[in-house]
Structures are given as structure tokens and as C-alpha cells.
């Protein structure tokens, strides 16, 4: 077992099902409506970049293509390892294995911070937000994409598999916060069946991602998200 950073949250999805949890982010928004939600509030290009839980860095190369500098966070050494082979070619992208509590980058040196699918929970939350005061520089913008957990099918398979989840607690630890949101509406699109229902799987209980599957007929699922931000 790789050498886990003190503070780190595991992930039930992509730490245990790297290879599947691929298969999901290349079906999640095919439309960019996430980004494009994003860039409307503080775009990135020629900024530097910070990715909260880059996972194995799907992201990345996206933010590298058009920002300045791009630095990606990862708790899992194995997946940070992904991550920076993936991005090995693209001098402008480093990769460190630490936590969101923990952020490795000096004061005041953030322009855009980015955590998808990591805060879902909100109370919790309160060591990584005071890093991110810390990091961001002024007019800099931190982002949260959060699965909008009261909303749609894909909510409630989310709140049967995580029945402790409130929403109205999550929505008003944010709003504490100061954060703003907004409700997006992207899809997740596969190429296959498999590959949907293996997705399902690892996003749910037996019971509920075997509930899942006989309620989505095809490869199309709509995917309810929230995004929050904050401006500096």
C-alpha cells in the first residue's frame, strides 16, 4: 500500500477503480458545460492553475493547453504517478503528491483552484478552504464541481447509496462559506454499455447501481452538478 499523506480522504471510486473511473471522465460532459460555467466567472488562460484531487490528471492537459502553469494535487502516490506520466511531455504541469489541507505552493500564487467531485460533504471542509485563502491570489477564483445530490435519478441513487447525505446541510455550510453556485445539467455519454454500467458500479452500492442499471436504458445519463466559487 503506497504511503498516504496524513488528512487524506480516500476516494471509493478512483482509488480503488483507476481504469474505470477513466471511463468516466471521458464520458462526463461532452458538451463542456462545466468549463465552459467555469471560464464565464474567471477564465484560465495564461494563469496558473492549481487542480484539487487531479486524480490521474484527466484534466490537465486541458488546463495546459491555453494556462501558463498548471499544478496538480493528488493524495493516492500511485495515482499522482498516472498523473505525471500522463503529462511527462508538457513542461508547463507538475504533479505533488499532497493533500487539500496541505497545498504545496507559496502564498498568494493561485489564479484559478479547481476540485471536481471532492467536497461533496461540506462540513469537513474547512482545513482545505483556509489553504485556498491562503493560495489564491487576489482575483483569483476557486471552483467546486459537486454532484447536486437533490436533484434527478442520478441524486437520488446518490442519497440511497449515502443515506446520511443531506443536502440542505451541504447548502448551508456553503452558504456560510460565502460560495455562490449554480446549478449545471451535463450528461454522461458512453460509447458502450459495458462501460456505463461498470461506471454505475463504482459510483453505488450493489443494490442501488443494479437499481441504476435497469433505470437507464441506453448510454446517456443525465449528471446534476453544482458549481460553486468563490472570487478573491
Not at 40 to 66: F, M
Not at 104 to 121: E, G, N
Request: hydrophobic share 45%; aromatic share 10%.
Amino acid at each position: 500500500m503506497p504511503r498516504i499523506p496524513k488528512g487524506a480522504v480516500p476516494s471509493p471510486n478512483i482509488w480503488h477503480n483507476p481504469k474505470i473511473y477513466e471511463l468516466e471522465n471521458r464520458a462526463v460532459d461532452p458538451d463542456g458545460v462545466i468549463d465552459t460555467a467555469i471560464r464565464a466567472v474567471r477564465p484560465w488562460e495564461s494563469a496558473t492553475v492549481l487542480d484539487i484531487g487531479c486524480g490521474t490528471g484527466y484534466h490537465l492537459p486541458v488546463y495546459a493547453s491555453s494556462a501558463a502553469q498548471v499544478i496538480g494535487v493528488e493524495p493516492h502516490p500511485d495515482l499522482a504517478a498516472l498523473a505525471s506520466r500522463r503529462c511527462s511531455q508538457l513542461r508547463n504541469v507538475a504533479v505533488h503528491v499532497a493533500t487539500a489541507q496541505a497545498l504545496p505552493v507559496p502564498d498568494a500564487s493561485v489564479d484559478v483552484a479547481v476540485a471536481r467531485w471532492a467536497y461533496f460533504f461540506g462540513p469537513g471542509c474547512e482545513p482545505g478552504l483556509k489553504e485556498l485563502s491562503r493560495a489564491v491570489r487576489r482575483g483569483g477564483a476557486a471552483f467546486m464541481v459537486d454532484l447536486d445530490g437533490s436533484r434527478g435519478s442520478f441524486g437520488a441513487w446518490f442519497r440511497a447509496t449515502v443515506p446520511t447525505y443531506s443536502a440542505r446541510t451541504v447548502e448551508d455550510f456553503w452558504s456560510r462559506q460565502g460560495w455562490q453556485r449554480a446549478e449545471l445539467d451535463p450528461r454522461m455519454v458512453f460509447t458502450r454499455r459495458a462501460d456505463l454500467e461498470a461506471v454505475l458500479r463504482i459510483e453505488f452500492t450493489p443494490g442501488v447501481s443494479a437499481r441504476a442499471i435497469r433505470e437507464i436504458p441506453g448510454l446517456e445519463v443525465p449528471y446534476p452538478t453544482i458549481l460553486r466559487w468563490r472570487l478573491f
